[in-house]
C-alpha cells in the first residue's frame, strides 16, 4: 500500500466533453501544467486559511497530469469500466453536463458511481438551470460530487483536480486501513464479515444457496516459528495471493474472499449450486495452496484443512455460518491434513473439544505431558499425615490445563488409560521409593485406578512388575477402585483383589457410599480401607440423611475393622463432627488442596518436624498454615 506521503505520479483525470474546443483548451490545462503551479496555490490558499499545513508535494519536483479525454458520456462510463477491471480507476472524473446527441453529465455520472464508488466526480455546466442537490441525490454521497461553472479558467480546473485528487487519495488510505488487511491487501474480518452477510441476504431474496470455505493452513506455525516471523509474512502473502488466483479460477470475484486474521481466510461461493459444487471448489483451492512456495532459500509445502458451510441450512447468518464452517475445518484438520469437510450437526463445541482432547491425548505420554500431584491425607485421632492421595494432572500445548473429569472418561473409551495409569502408578511407585530414601515420612501413596484397568485380566500382574521396576515395597502403596467398578463385576473384584493382596498393595473403595452397595459384601473382598465420598461429607453440616450414611459407614467399617478416609472436608465443622464419630481419617482442602511435587515435599518436611506436637496443634498447623495452593 502506498503511503499518502509517496510520490503519487501523474495524476490521473478522466474528462468527457462533446465540444472540440473545450476538450482542446483541458488538453491544453492538463497537459502543459505543472501541477506545483496548482499545488502551490492550494497551500498558499491554506496557509491564509489555517496555519502550518504541511506541503503537499515536495518543493521544486515537476509533477504531471495523465488525462484521458473522451467526447461522450458513453464512452466516459466505458473508460471507467475498463480502468476498474484493471485496477487503476481514475480518481477524478469531469463531465459536461450537456453532450447532445447523447446521454447527459447526470447519467453518465449515475452509471460511473454504480461502477467506483469512491471517484470524485465534477460537473461542468455552462447552464444555471442545473440544481446540484439534484445531482448530488441521483448519485450519492453528495461530499463526492462537485460543480464547476463554464467558462473556467485553468487555474480552477487545476486545482480541483490536485485538491479531489488527495481527497481521493486520503480517504481511500483510510477506507484501506479500515476495510483491508495491510499484509495481504485482502479485506480484513470486518469488511468480510460484512459482504458475507450482503451475500446471504442476496441469496436468500433469490432462494438459492450460498457455501462459505473456511481454509485454515495446517502447518503455518511450524512455518513460522522455524523460519521466522519475517518469512511467516511473505507466506501470507503468497498464500493469498494463490488463493485469489484460485477465487478467480472458479469465476469469483475479490469480494469473494478475505483474511480473518493469522492464517485463516474465507472464500465465499455466493452461487455455489450443489454440495458437488462446493466440495470442487475446496479442491480446486487445496489444490492451489498445495504447490511448494519459495521462502527465501526454502521450499515450503502448505497444506490448508477446508470446512464447508452451506447457506442457509448451517447458518442463517453470517456469524454463525461462519462458526459453523470453522468447526468443520477443525473436524477435518483433526482428520488429517490438507483435507475438506462439510459441517453438519453432529459437530458442536463440546464435540470438538473432545476430539481435540482425544487426539491431543495420544501422544501426551511421549510429550511427557502429565504431572501428578500429591493431596495429603491426615490422622483425625493423632493430627498425623497418614498419606498422600496421587492425581494425575495434565498440561497441553494446545489446550492448556485440562481437568482430569475432561479427560479421564475419553482415556478409558480409547484405551489409552491402560498405559497412562500405569505411568501414574510407576510415577508414584518411584517417588515414594525417593521419599522412603530422603527418609521423608509419607505413611503410603494411594494411585487412583480406572475400571479399564482394573477388569483387564492382568491387572495384578502389572502392579507387581511396576513395583518391581521401580523398587518400590508393596506397603507403600495403595490403590483407589471405586465402589461402582467393584460392583460391576463382583466375582472377578473378588479374585482380582485377593492376587493384589498376596502382591502385597493395600486396597481403598473411592467415592464410596454412591453405589448404595452393602457394607457386608466387603466383608468377602480383600478392602484395607473405604473413603466416603465427598458429596456426604459436604452435607455434613445441612443434610441429615447424608450425615446418618456417613455415621453409618463409619460405624460399619470399625466394626468391620476397616479404615475410612472422609473425602473433601473443606470446614472446621466437618471435621469436628468426623472427629466426634471417630473417623479414622481425613482428606480436603480443609488440610491442604493436591500440591505439586515440590510442594508436596515441603509439606512432608514440616509435619516431620511437627512430630512432637500435640493432635490439636498438628492439625491446627496444617488448617491454618497450608501450603500454597495448587496453581
Ligand atoms: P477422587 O479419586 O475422588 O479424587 C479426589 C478429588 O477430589 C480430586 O479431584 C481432588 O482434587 C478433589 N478434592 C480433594 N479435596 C477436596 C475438597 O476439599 N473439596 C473439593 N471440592 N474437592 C476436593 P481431581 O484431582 O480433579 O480428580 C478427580 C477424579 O479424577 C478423582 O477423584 C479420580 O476419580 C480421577 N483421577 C485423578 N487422578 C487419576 C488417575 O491417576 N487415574 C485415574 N484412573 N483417575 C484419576
Ligand atoms: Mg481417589
Ligand atoms: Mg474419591
New binding site residues.
Given amino acids: 500500500m502506498k503511503s499518502l506521503t509517496a510520490d503519487p505520479g501523474p495524476l490521473r483525470v478522466l474528462v468527457a466533453d462533446d465540444e472540440q474546443a473545450i476538450r482542446e483548451a483541458y488538453i491544453a490545462v492538463f497537459g502543459e501544467a505543472d501541477v506545483r503551479d496548482g499545488l502551490e496555490a492550494i497551500q498558499e490558499l491554506r496557509k491564509r486559511l489555517f496555519s502550518g499545513t504541511q506541503s503537499a508535494a515536495a518543493p521544486g519536483r515537476r509533477l504531471g497530469f495523465d488525462p484521458t479525454i473522451c467526447a461522450g458520456a458513453e464512452e466516459a462510463v466505458e473508460a471507467v469500466r475498463r480502468a476498474v477491471a484493471a485496477g487503476r480507476p481514475y480518481p477524478v472524473v469531469f463531465l459536461d453536463m450537456r453532450m447532445p446527441p447523447g446521454h447527459d453529465g447526470a447519467w453518465a455520472a449515475a452509471r460511473i458511481r454504480e461502477l467506483d464508488a469512491e471517484a470524485e466526480i465534477v460537473i461542468c455546466t455552462a447552464y444555471s438551470d442545473v440544481d446540484p442537490a439534484n445531482i448530488g441525490g441521483l448519485v450519492p454521497p453528495h461530499d463526492k460530487i462537485s460543480f464547476l461553472q463554464k467558462p473556467f479558467h485553468p487555474h480552477e480546473v487545476r486545482q480541483m483536480a490536485v485538491a479531489l485528487h488527495s481527497k481521493w487519495r486520503a480517504e481511500r488510505h483510510v477506507a484501506r486501513l479500515a476495510y483491508f488487511d495491510s499484509l495481504t491487501g485482502l479485506p480484513n474480518r470486518e469488511h468480510t464479515m460484512s459482504r458475507l452477510a450482503e451475500v446471504l441476504r442476496q441469496s436468500e431474496a433469490a432462494s438459492r444457496e450460498a457455501a462459505l470455505l473456511y481454509v485454515d493452513l495446517d502447518n503455518f506455525k511450524r512455518i513460522n516459528d522455524t523460519l521466522g516471523h519475517a518469512a511467516g509474512d511473505e507466506l501470507l502473502r503468497q498464500c493469498a495471493a494463490r488463493l485469489r488466483e484460485a477465487v478467480e479460477a472458479l469465476g469469483g470475484g475479490s469480494g469473494d474472499l478475505g483474511r480473518l486474521g493469522g492464517d485463516e481466510f474465507v472464500v465465499m461461493l455466493p452461487a455455489s449450486a450443489s454440495r458437488e459444487d462446493a466440495q470442487a471448489s475446496a479442491e480446486a483451492v487445496i489444490a492451489h495452496l498445495r504447490n511448494p512456495i519459495q521462502i527465501g532459500h526454502h521450499e515450503v509445502v502448505v497444506t490448508p484443512s477446508v470446512g464447508i458451510a452451506i447457506a442457509p441450512a448451517d447458518g442463517p447468518d453470517a456469524l454463525s455460518l461462519l462458526h459453523n464452517a470453522d468447526l468443520a475445518m477443525y473436524f477435518s484438520k483433526r482428520r488429517g491434513h490438507g483435507a475438506s469437510a462439510f459441517y453438519d450437526r453432529s459437530m458442536s463445541d463440546g464435540a470438538l473439544r473432545r476430539l481435540t482432547i482425544e487426539t491431543q491425548l495420544r501422544g501426551a505420554l511421549e510429550r511427557r505431558e502429565f504431572t501428578v ?1 500429591y ?1 495429603p491425607q491426615f490422622e483425625l485421632a493423632s493430627g498425623a499425615l497418614s498419606g498422600l ?4 494432572r495434565w498440561h497441553n500445548a494446545e489446550l492448556g490445563s485440562v ?3 475432561d479427560f ?1 472418561g475419553i482415556s478409558e473409551e480409547t484405551g489409552l ?1 491402560v498405559p497412562i ?1 500405569e505411568w ?1 502408578l510407576s510415577a508414584a511407585c518411584t517417588q515414594a521409593r525417593q521419599w522412603h530414601e530422603q527418609g521423608l515420612p509419607f505413611g503410603h501413596v494411594s ?4 475400571g479399564v ?1 482394573f477388569l483387564q485380566r492382568d491387572f495384578p500382574d502389572t502392579v507387581a512388575r511396576v513395583l518391581r521396576e521401580t523398587g518400590a515395597e508393596p506397603k507403600w502403596i495403595e490403590l ?1 477402585i ?1 465402589e461402582t467398578v467393584v460392583m460391576r463385576d463382583e466375582a472377578w473384584a473378588e479374585q482380582a483383589l485377593a492376587r493384589l493382596r498376596a502382591v502385597g498393595v493395600s486396597i481403598a473403595i ?2 464410596f457410599g454412591v453405589g448404595y452397595s452393602s457394607l457386608g459384601r466387603l466383608r468377602h473382598l480383600a478392602v484395607d480401607r473405604l ?1 466416603v465420598d ?1 458429596s456426604f461429607i459436604s452435607n455434613l453440616e445441612v443434610g441429615v440423611r447424608d450425615r446418618s450414611i456417613a455415621s453409618a459407614i463409619i460405624k460399619m467399617s470399625r466394626t468391620l475393622g476397616i479404615g475410612v478416609v472422609a ?4 470446614t472446621f465443622s466437618q471435621m469436628l463432627y468426623l472427629q466426634e464419630q471417630h473417623c479414622e481419617s481425613a ?4 488440610f491442604s ?2 500440591l505439586p511435587l515440590a510442594e508436596a515435599e515441603v509439606l512432608l518436611r514440616r509435619v516431620a518436624t511437627h512430630d512432637s506436637l500435640s493432635r490439636t496443634e498438628k492439625l491446627r498447623r496444617i488448617a491454618i498454615e497450608p501450603p500454597a495452593a495448587e496453581g
Fill in positions: 500431584h493431596q492421595e496421587a492425581l494425575l481437568p482430569v473429569m479421564i488409560i495409569g501414574v494411585v487412583n485406578v480406572s484397568q483407589e471405586t473411592d467415592d473413603k465427598r473425602e473433601g472436608v473443606e482428606q480436603g482442602f480443609l488442596r493436591p
